[in-house]
């Protein structure tokens, strides 16, 4: 395996991990209020769980397209976001949380694996390859993280 190849597989690790330029997603849950996982942020169509939800269904989405030869697409955007008039409970904000760390450590195993070629196509693709699956759970991520953090600041759940 080339230094190359080794040094973009630690910038994806980092990216996915660390967020580097914006706060990481365990940074973004801690310590929030769970009286208020259910509470709908100012002018949004969603609360902070929804919104966690998403990004756990999107990121599992990915994964799965990634590993999964039998792939099917999902439908746009009730298999993306959960029913916004559902009540989250303690338990389903621990396990959403759970669940995304779960499938992020599945793609950071990926991205380590010496026997993934992030540069192939993925065969049941449209010439997508990991690399660029990667990046769009990283910007996928970001994008929603930074919203968590908006969201936190303006309904006042920062501890």
């Known amino acids: 395996m080339s230094t190359e190849t080794e040094e973009v597989r630690k910038q994806l690790v980092d990216l996915l991990l660390k967020g580097n330029a914006h706060m990481s997603y365990t940074q973004a849950v801690k310590d929030y209020p ?3 996982i259910n509470e709908k942020f100012p002018n949004g169509e969603y609360s902070a769980w929804g919104l966690l ?17 039998k792939y099917q697409d999902k439908d746009w955007p009730q298999d993306y976001w959960p029913d916004p008039k559902t009540a989250a409970s303690e338990s389903d904000w621990r396990q959403t ?7 992020q450590q599945a793609l950071v195993d990926l991205i380590q694996d010496q026997q993934t070629d992030l540069y ?5 693709g449209t010439g ?11 910007d996928h ?3 929603h993280i930074g919203e968590l953090g908006i969201m936190r600041q303006v309904m006042g759940t920062w501890p």
Do not use: G, M, S
């Open 97 to 103: 949380i759970e669940l995304f760390h779960q499938d």
């Open 120 to 124: 192939a196509k993925i065969p049941h």
């Open 141 to 143: 991520n970001a994008y």
């Open 128 to 138: 997508q390859n990991v690399l660029k699956e990667i990046l769009v759970v990283a």
């Open 34 to 36: 769970l009286a208020r």
């Open 53 to 69: 939800e998403h990004l756990r269904r999107a990121q599992n989405d990915i994964l799965e397209f990634i590993t999964n030869p």
